[in-house]
């Protein structure tokens, strides 16, 4: 019979057994575990990374010049040697120069662009309207990013293709004046960016800066909602770091120009010491969290974060191969979306009108700062080297190493798969990978028409998970797809245009 009474006792002592779903509750427990161990390897991989982006804007600085100088040298001191090759330089030389070149033609053309106009210019704005300019900065930042690496890239290819006419070699021009106009109005953007920032740090109230930190929280309602596979998470990463990178050069840039202002007074230092904290610690925040309510809403592991790290460990290592198709600078370029060149124009720009040198004494401190950065430089590549050769030996990738790049013609895959590189005999697979990340690269003569190059760490991570049967089927249903079924897909591959590798 039923009552008040029964009812009360049934609720008071009702029970439940939480075994009874068992595979559940544990999956729950393994999302709080995965969201526990995300900041470490988010934190991991961003150092990471933010290194490998630090090796390649020293090199600007440091050994781009020397390799100039010996591309040089070599360019005058050919007909005494007489030319041996039909080459006059090496393409990686070439590119050196070309690189050097428009170095220095930005450095001379941001002269006249005037810092102190400019600062007051944008001083002189509203709140509102300088953080919706920045907001738009940072979208043609990114553009800029994307668009900017396909233009080198098409000015080093168009440079040093084999040409059978010496007329050909005019289609260089166009492309290097390309090359020029954007480094130089990326430099200009950068440099907007940098003033903009330089305000906020110097208003009164901090309502400009609270609100630029405001914007990066705003990050995470535009991509944790979104549905986010490795490919994807792994672009986004890659963008993170260059971002991230950016911000910390900005900041130094910052910096230098107020300490200038104050007559380096180093008192003045701790007072921008707070603001620089608030603004690395905003970053550092946003990206734990992004990440890791992406990572809950998508079921991906915390391991993802590992390859990550082996596949831009593999870009660094393949670049020391004997078939290296790209400076390892340009890889960076290509997987992160950094492009040294302008923020190095940039910061030359900055550092000379904020320093004087005046004096023998000056002019030997500089000497040493820059045998300091050469150092610097050195050390970091050992070190990344060995990192990089150490996680490449954890993926268990040292096969792909071997392997020569697969190589097609434009429009058409190859239809003969190439043959593996055998190690030496004498060697073990450790000794056999770090013997050939210290070879030279070797020019292949066997194909002649030019060939588009795929890096195989492209294939790393965009593989679907499955046994071979199953792969073998979706390429076999692939091939019968219409071209409309692959305009869906656009948006799963790319971000602004560029393929997630």
Same mark, same amino acid.
Not at 1 to 26: D, I, P, Q, V, W
Not at 132 to 153: C, P, T, W
């Given at each position: 019979?039923?009552?008040?009474?029964?009812?009360?006792?049934?609720?008071?002592?009702?029970?439940?057994?939480?075994?009874?779903?068992?595979?559940?509750?544990?999956?729950?427990?393994?999302?709080?575990?995965?969201?526990?161990?995300?900041?470490?390897?988010?934190? *991991? =991989?961003? !150092?990471?990374?933010?290194? %490998?982006?630090?090796?390649?804007? /020293?090199y600007v600085f440091t050994l781009l010049p020397l390799r100039v100088f010996l591309a040089l040298f070599r360019l005058l001191t050919l007909p005494c040697y007489g030319l041996r090759d039909r080459r006059l330089l090496q393409p990686a030389q070439v590119c050196d120069i070309l690189k050097g070149v428009i170095l220095v033609i930005c450095y001379f053309m941001m002269h006249y662009v005037d810092y102190s106009m400019m600062y007051h210019l944008i001083r002189?704005?509203?709140?509102? *309207? =300088?953080? !919706?300019?920045?907001?738009? %900065?940072?979208?043609?930042?990114? /553009?800029?990013?994307?668009?900017?690496?396909?233009?080198?890239?098409?000015?080093?290819?168009t440079a040093t293709e084999p040409k059978e006419r010496k007329r050909a070699h005019i289609g260089v021009i166009p492309h290097f004046f390309m090359a020029v106009l954007y480094v130089f109005l990326h430099a200009i953007l950068i440099m907007v960016q940098a003033t903009t920032l330089n305000v906020a740090f110097n208003s009164h109230n901090k309502s400009l800066l609270t609100i630029m930190m405001s914007n990066n929280f705003v990050e995470i309602k535009g991509s944790v909602f979104k549905k986010f596979e490795k490919n994807n998470l792994f672009q986004m990463s890659n963008s993170d770091i260059k971002e991230r990178f950016t911000n910390y050069v900005l900041l130094l840039i910052v910096c230098l120009r107020n300490m200038e202002q104050f007559s380096w007074n180093p008192d003045h230092l701790w007072v921008l010491f707070p603001d620089v904290c608030m603004v690395i610690a905003s970053e550092i925040a946003v990206d734990i969290v992004k990440h890791a309510f992406i990572t809950k809403f998508n079921d991906i592991t915390a391991d993802v974060y590992s390859e990550y790290r082996a596949s831009l460990a593999f870009d660094l290592v393949s670049s020391r191969q004997k078939n290296a198709y790209t400076d390892y600078s340009d890889s960076v370029a290509r997987r992160m979306g950094f492009i040294p060149l302008p923020l190095a124009v940039l910061l030359i720009r900055v550092v000379t009108s904020s320093i004087k040198v005046q004096g023998i004494l000056s002019y030997a401190c500089v000497i040493l700062f820059y045998f300091g950065l050469i150092s610097l430089k050195v050390l970091n590549s050992i070190v990344l080297l060995g990192k990089s050769c150490q996680y490449v030996k954890e993926a268990k990738m040292e096969e792909k190493l071997s392997n020569p790049p697969p190589a097609s013609a434009p429009g058409k895959p190859s239809s003969k798969s190439q043959n593996k590189c055998k190690p030496s005999p004498g060697l073990s697979k450790e000794e056999n990978l770090s013997a050939s990340v210290t070879n030279q690269p070797v020019h292949q003569k066997e194909n002649v028409i030019p060939l588009l190059v795929t890096s195989s760490s492209d294939q790393f991570l965009t593989t679907p998970d499955g046994d071979e049967k199953d792969i073998t089927q979706e390429n076999s249903e692939l091939k019968h797809r219409s071209s409309k079924k692959d305009l869906l897909e656009i948006d799963r591959f790319t971000i602004c245009g560029n393929r997630i590798d």
């Open positions: 019979e039923l009552s008040l009474l029964r009812f009360l006792s049934a609720e008071l002592t009702r029970g439940y057994f939480l075994e009874h779903n068992e595979a559940k509750y544990t999956e729950r427990r393994e999302r709080v575990y995965t969201c526990m161990r995300i900041p470490r390897e988010l934190e *991991k =991989l961003m !150092i990471f990374g933010i290194f %490998l982006c630090l090796d390649a804007f /020293l002189g704005q509203s709140v509102i *309207k =300088l953080y !919706i300019i920045y907001n738009m %900065l940072e979208v043609a930042d990114r /553009l800029f990013s994307s668009f900017g690496q396909d233009i080198l890239d098409a000015l080093y290819w």
